[in-house]
């Protein structure tokens, strides 16, 4: 295995870490679910730099680059595109919405109504558009970055699981150090830092450093534990739903992106720990009297890591 993936995902990160002040595990967890070919939800309360990072990270790379505002108003069509009646030729003519980027940024996506988000359920799994009686490949390099705003209740509508099982990772920035932030407040007397960002890499540079991804060696000690942690979520007593296969997937997927972020070229029980919470956490499904006694996923994913033993190999 070369170390292109490598140099690629390093590059993306150096470039993220100057706009991105004092966050280093969070830039490197975002560019790990890029490279695992998977979404990436960044929740947080508003002001601490959600929407940056999303735009760090789109303009690092020289992809197709869209963005949707999303607000109770939106509909379907408006994400994923519509037929235009053209005159001169007497026919209809399908209008790619903004979903045909190659690195979507979804700001706010919990403003949508239900039926807005679930057009977007199709793109996210199987990476194509049925609209106006055709399917339609989306592009080989589709990533979506959403935001939202866990707090702010008026006007908007929670993620149901199937949305929330779509994102790979669920990311929160959180407020910087004092002293990070004295520094922010430098970086940004004159301009914002943003506006001087070039890309560092190319589509094809990404798609390649996803291949590389896959030739990560995971062994069957590894991918056991991985099972198990996922497993034990369904045994808990806080959970009505535990993780799916799917979540299992997906903690091997962000792992061997860690690993090759790392220049290792096997994954360990080290780098599935720190995927696991930010795979998992957001999906599992809590029960209501669970939650009201202050008890979230976040411990659930704890009580797993502390319970299912670490594998020597």
């Known amino acids: 295995m070369t170390l292109l993936g490598t140099e690629v995902a390093n590059r993306i990160e150096g470039n993220i870490k100057q706009v991105i002040v004092g966050k280093d595990e969070i830039v490197r967890l975002a560019v790990v679910a890029l490279l695992a070919r998977g979404h990436l939800l960044l929740e947080d309360v508003p002001g ?18 869209t963005r949707i505002q999303f607000t109770p108003d939106l509909l379907p069509a408006d994400i ?7 005159q001169k030729t ?20 919990n403003r949508a109504t239900p039926r807005t988000q679930a057009a977007l359920l199709e793109c996210m799994e199987e990476r194509q558009v049925t609209a ?20 702010e209740q008026h006007g908007t509508y929670p993620l149901p699981e199937a949305q929330l099982d779509r994102f ?16 922010i407040l430098d970086d940004q007397k004159d301009r914002h830092p943003l506006e001087t960002l070039a890309p560092v890499a190319t589509v094809a540079d990404v798609l390649g ?9 995971v062994s069957q000690d590894v991918a056991a534990y991985m099972v198990k942690l996922v497993a034990h979520t369904r045994t808990s007593d806080d959970c009505l739903l535990g993780a799916s296969p799917r979540a299992s997937l997906a903690v091997r997927r962000a792992a061997q992106a860690l690993a090759l972020m790392e220049s290792r070229q096997q994954v360990t029980p080290h780098h599935v720990k720190r ?8 999906r599992l499904l809590m029960r209501p009297e669970a939650a009201l006694s202050g008890i979230g996923p976040d411990k659930v ?5 502390r319970a299912v033993e670490i594998p020597l190999g």
């Open 48 to 65: 601490v730099g959600k929407t940056v990072l999303a735009k760090a990270l789109a303009r690092s790379v020289s992809a197709i680059f």
């Open 168 to 183: 790979l990772m669920r990311l929160s920035i959180g407020y910087p150090q004092p002293a990070e932030e004295v520094k």
């Open 209 to 217: 450093a996803q291949e590389d991804v896959k030739k990560v060696f």
């Open 132 to 151: 106006e009686g055709e399917t339609r490949r989306l592009p080989d390099l589709f990533f979506v970055v959403a935001t939202e705003n866990p707090i």
């Open 80 to 86: 994923t595109g519509v037929a235009i009646y053209n």
């Open 275 to 282: 995927v696991f919470s930010t795979v998992v956490a957001h």
């Open 301 to 305: 994913v704890a009580a797993a890591l």
């Open 90 to 109: 007497g026919e209809f003519v399908f209008r790619p919405g903004p979903v045909f980027g190659e690195i979507v940024l979804g700001d706010e996506i």
